[in-house]
């Protein structure tokens, strides 16, 4: 378990292009920590802005920054420093790991609120830059990690071509606007919001719920909820009819009456049905059709939109 | 070129192993007669023909890179860059428009996948830019991903309900950890507080948080399966497995199915790639904490996860071990054995902490082992989730067998060229200890996810080991391609880097593994995603059901939803002598026309049910919103 990087060299005053990374890092946490420690409402999008990074990159890049402090292959001895990829790799990693666990330190001793949380994954950011800033300065200059080195590196070469290089850049771009604007487009709901038609009774702490066979057969008030959130404001019709269950089937159906219902501003409208039934000896089938607006001259099960169906005695 | 031994082997490694895969190749070879299960039928051939290849080209003995370089494209690899890259956006766009991930979506995902491989394979190392292929692999993986989770109501998956409804809602709302004391997540809670940190940062709920946060982290992961190929191969291989791995079935689940499994991937991928810089000769204190702070992290996330990464660190103890007996310079690596012991005794202790049932997770663990050798376990007793069951790759008993091989394509041609390089990864030019190590790895996982259950024996949850068996799987699939680009003539490579190219990526994204928001056999595979009416109806169960009312009946997945959000209990419907009598049933349009599992006679089985046989005519209709009714049936009404 040695450490090779970390020995004694000719040592240089830090540089600011040198930890133009780790300012950064440390800038971003700091940013996270006392923004959302002072709760302004911010827009979602700046708000994702400063949590996302601070969640996914900077702890854990920090944190890679002091275990390896020098540039990949700028010596024989640098060739194992992890480039950028892996550096980039490493830091995803090590945060998606380092802010839970400062969550499981601050729920230990105190809440797991989000403010503690951030000020912790700050304190750990700034405890491993310092560290970083540290250990690099101990580097010769030109084995450091730079991160500006390392982008320009990666970049290098992007300049030849440049009709090539303007198609790539163009295709990246439509690419990203196509990506965004489907993004938008699959959040988006289709605006055929779900229309809900169902029978409540009386709980047995008075409030109303999804009626049961226990319940629905002995009542002679049925309370009907029409829901329907994406479409506050609409005119609903229920209509109840009846007919005598025989062993060939449904006989002398007649309709009971319509009640026409509106929806509040949340799309949920409620009716109830209170009825006097001539319970006879054979059992009774009872439904309710619902319609959007008026319903047809001959109501029935085909043409209404929703219909439930209860059956007595 | 040519070379007979190897370390203190009397013959060289390499043929040592490809001897052991024909000898595996035959023995298995009889079972096809005893058991009609694909990968039965399949592997043994698989292997048989892998190592075959292997020697043909191992014996002509003739080095062919330098004329396959011949034969690569020199064009400037911008525009193949380009043109992928619009494919990418048009993917997206695609997907938004047809509303998910449809057949038409990842047949044109596989094109993109081929194109981005074709690229990897095919331009010369003038024109191969790591950056350019990095962007568009990790473009491709997210634009599949977030299709399938922006375009899904709810969450995808079954665990996920129980994660973020339950657990996670849990903790968020008393602001502690104290909420899950009672859960085996007590000692694994990094998912959970992540996204509870995540949900409050954003200001979001929690599925936006997990999907804003975890949705990306998970993709780019993949950086870390690119690092440590690079740290074993050159970037074209490196790129090669980083896509394999990307495009992988079930590395695609866990990217759309987000729970703790997800995020063990992500960390089982970073203590790997420190521990290929161990033993590539990185031994500094850094590269070792490095392994052991995701080893931590990883027994702080999921308990499977903890017990594959310890398997791996064991396989890679012991081939440091054996290193000299094998082949390949060991002298320089650092030492596995007390990452090893470490990440042992972590996963000891909290497993012996850790609540499960009525007693701590280690002594249930103990006990469900000795209760499975004792009761299930027997040569062939494939009953229960096998691989090629609810937890596996396959298709599910009863899927006709055309069916089930198009699903599990992608694991095959994989499989094939996995055989190919592990065994062309012990030939001592190639071998190194890290290169061992994963060979070895991808075969004893391979054993966990395909050998135990072979014998019944599925505690282990076979299942979950395919993602975490893929990042060996990937590294040494690079491997072989290698191989074949260095050792078969320039024509034959070529052609089978092509075929590879063209049918890997397709096949994979039709797996149902990779798919379950909207599987391409809808009608053999569940799928494990809801619309609108369907949790609509959940969500008014959950808020208005009496307390006292009975259990619900309906299928399954669909009863998962309403037992893990706290709907209601839920029990699976169940068809005895052709009838389904219950008091409470719930009946979706899925039922009627997907892949709904009930019980038939006392056996879970994918089967179609009408509207009729669920809410019988006969019972009361109380609920309904068009895709899904709510019935119950008349006995017990008074007067009845």
Known sequence: MSDRTVRS???????????????????????????????????????????????????????????????????????????????????????????????????????????????????????????????????????????????????????????????????????????????????????????????????PDGQQVLATNETVGNESVHRLVVRSPDAPQTRYTVVARTGVITTSGVTDRQTLGRTAVTTGPRGTARTTYDLALDRGERPIELVYLLYEGDPPAEPTRNNAVRWLRVQIG | MAETRGGLLPVAPDLLVVTAGLLLAVVLFPLRFLSGQLFIQVLPPLVGVACLVYLFARYRDREYERAFEQRRLGTDGRVAAGLTVLGIGGLAVLGATEGGRTVPFLAASGVVGSAILAQIVLLDDEALSPGLLLVQILGLAVVVRYTALLTTPGLVGVDSWTHLTDYAAAIRSEESLAAIADVKYRTAPLFHVLVVVAADGLGVGLRTATYASLGVALPLATLLCYATGHLLFEQRWALLGAAVFAMSDHVVRWGVHIIPTSVGLVFFLGALAGATRLLGGDTRLSSYLLVAAFGVATALTHQISAFILLVVLGVGTAVQLLAPVLSGDGSRSGALWPLFLLETCVVLGLWSITPYRDSVFITELIDTVQRSLATSVGFLNLAGPSPAGPGGGGGGAGTPIQIAFADALGFFTLFFVVVLGGVALFRRRNASPATAMYAVAAGVLAVFTFGLPLFGFNTFLPGRWYA??????????????????????????????????????????????????????????????????????????????ADSADPIYTDHPYRTVFERTGAAPANMLAVEDGEIVHDTVVYRQYQSRGAPVVVVDNTSQTRQVSQTEVCRPTMHRLYTNGDVTVCTGVDGIDGA
């Open chain 1, 9 to 203: 060299s000719s040592v240089g005053a830090p540089s600011l292009g040198g930890a133009l990374d780790l300012a950064l890092t440390v800038g971003l946490a700091l940013i996270g920590a006392v923004v959302l420690s002072l709760q302004i409402g911010l827009p979602p999008v700046v708000r994702g802005a400063i949590v996302l990074p601070l969640l996914l990159v900077v702890p854990g890049y920090a944190v890679v920054a002091a275990l390896f402090p020098g540039a990949h292959g700028t010596s024989p001895t640098s060739v194992v420093e992890p480039p950028l990829v892996e550096r980039l790799g490493l830091a995803v990693g090590l945060s998606i790991a380092i802010v839970p666990a400062v969550g499981i330190g601050v729920d230990a001793v105190w809440s797991l609120t989000l403010v503690p949380v951030l000020d912790g994954v700050a304190a750990v950011t700034i405890a491993a830059s310092v560290v970083a800033l540290v250990r690099r300065t101990r580097l010769p200059i030109r084995e450091r990690f730079r991160a500006t080195a390392a982008i320009q590196a990666a970049l290098r070469g992007a300049h030849d071509r440049p009709k090539t290089q303007l198609f790539l850049l163009t295709a990246v771009l439509l690419s990203v606007v196509a990506i965004g604007a489907s993004g938008v487009v699959a959040t988006t709901g289709d605006g055929q919001g779900v229309t809900e038609f169902y029978l409540t009774t009386e709980g």
């Open chain 2, 468 to 545: 975490f068996m893929y990042v060996p799987m990937a590294l040494v699939a690079a491997g072989g391609c290698r191989f074949a680009v260095r050792n078969l003539s320039p024509r034959t490579a070529m052609a089978g880097l092509l075929m590879f190219a063209l049918v890997l990526p397709g096949a994979m994204a039709l797996n149902h593994k990779g798919t379950p928001d909207n599987p391409v056999f809808d009608e053999e595979f569940p799928t494990y995603a809801y619309d609108e009416s369907e949790l609509a109806a959940v969500e008014t169960v959950r808020t208005t059901r």
